[in-house]
């Protein structure tokens, strides 16, 4: 009020400390109020500003605060009613101000707070205590809040108090300096998780890789085993003796092959000799019809397998994304800390000037 009261003109406000009074004159003996006619120019120029004092306090106020104040015929005694209705009496703005210092004193940062929020706190209970007429050196200010900070910001105590002249600082600049150290520090953090994060993606990626190349060999090596299970013999269902046929597509007869088969023949014959094979005991499935099998199976498997490596990539692309996302999300939060930290001081310093 009294800096929007000065901003109009400076000798407003002083009918707000100074209670203004309609000039008088003595006449037989007795004080009776000037006539208009008979004012001069500094009584009239005091009774313009005692209405223009009036006329804006009229115009702050909503419909019940005015039909309080509406019998108050000077700026004055409206603003000594105002006072007394929002702030109390003597006895009560002491007992506010005993309130107020009692929590000053028994100040300090709760677990979990940010920087932020203890400034908050610590402001306003400063804003009313300066309200209520307690004055406050800068340097006593500064000190306290150093001291109502948690074991956490020790470090940062100590190099404020002794890089930092505390009696030159204010209280707006000192909590801008804890937030700086604030903001320096959870780039640290950062970076750390960041590198260690990055160094368990490649440790990842080289796992992942040789994984692949594992995987490579042991199909190579499924498929030597497929080409050698397609050259193995295949049973001939006869009533008789059972024979072996080798299919060798690109062999050609001789006799060296024939005696070959020969040999092999009798080697069996002599392992198993009454080794028969017939119609009746032989399997319900054919040899023929579970190579059909297994080779579907051995198909859906492959494709099995190409899908799971499809997914494990896209995996590890996701993971990629959602760290570069975070990385994003930790610096916009940085600077919408910055950011309400500027905003902070420029509140800090309205109210300043609002006190003054």
Known sequence: MKIFMESVHRNIWQVMVTKYKIPTKIENGKEIEKPFDSWDQGEIKRAENDAKALNIIHSALNSDEF??????????????????????????RRARKNTLIQEYETFKMTQGETIMDMQKRFTHIINHLKGLGKIFDEEEVNVKVLKSLNRRWKPTVTTITESKNLAQMTSAELFGKLREYKIDITRMVEEEQKDKKINSLALKLENSSSEEEDNSNEDKSKQEELNLMEKKPKLISTKKKAYIAWEENDSTTSSETDSEQKENLCLMANHETDYEVSDSDSSIYSYNQLYDVFCDLYKEARKLISQKRKLKRNTKEMELKIFFLEKDIHFLKSEIEIAMFRMQELMDSFDHGVDQ
């Open 67 to 92: 039909f309080r104040i509406s019998a108050c015929t000077t700026a004055k005694d409206a603003w000594d009613l105002i006072q007394v209705t929002h702030e109390g009496t003597l006895e009560v």
